[in-house]
């Protein structure tokens, strides 16, 4: 796998922070830096994703696709999954995630309770390399909704 990041700031555009993602696998990814009140020629224009929230929207889509993989190949009849992230973060640098918590909201219909606990938790132990990897500095909780539909 691989990816480079180019800084777009320097090319006069309107961010002095922003920069693009190019994956290994041919897409686009644009980030930008938060603003800065104080030296804004150091901050970012808020016009994409801080990279840390890229980090945060990665793992959530890993573990997402485990749960809806898991699920799919137990046979149930999942028509939907979200995932919210919300997280803490160190105070100074660097400022690693220190607490994730991640609610999961399943849609499907007879999906047993069960099957979807053990669908995450098999996502967290196992499978998810983004989750797995950021539980070495944060405490990582979850929890989950069931809606049959």
């Known amino acids: 796998m691989e990816c480079t990041v180019t800084w777009t700031g320097a090319s006069g555009t309107r961010s002095a922070m922003g920069f693009v993602a190019e994956t290994g696998s041919g897409h686009v990814l644009a980030m930008d830096g938060a603003p800065d009140a104080n030296k804004p020629e150091n901050g970012g224009a808020?016009?994409?994703p801080r990279p840390m929230e890229t980090v945060l929207a990665g793992t959530g889509g890993c573990t997402a696709y485990d749960v809806v993989l898991i699920l799919k190949?137990?046979?149930?009849?999942?028509?939907?999954?979200?995932?919210?992230?919300?997280?803490?973060?160190?105070?100074?640098d660097p400022k690693v995630f220190t607490?994730?918590?991640?609610?999961?909201?399943?849609?499907?219909?007879?999906?047993?309770?069960?099957?979807?606990?053990?669908?995450?938790?098999?996502?967290?132990?196992?499978?998810?390399s983004a989750s797995i990897m950021l539980a070495k500095t944060?405490?990582?909780?979850?929890?989950?909704?069931?809606?049959d539909a």
């Open 73 to 92: 190949r137990g046979r149930h009849d999942v028509r939907g999954c979200s995932v919210k992230l919300t997280s803490e973060r160190a105070a100074v």
């Open 46 to 48: 808020n016009l994409a």
């Open 99 to 128: 607490k994730i918590h991640m609610h999961f909201t399943v849609t499907g219909k007879g999906v047993p309770a069960s099957a979807v606990e053990r669908a995450i938790a098999m996502s967290h132990e196992k499978y998810c």
């Open 138 to 147: 944060a405490e990582i909780t979850t929890s989950f909704d069931l809606v």
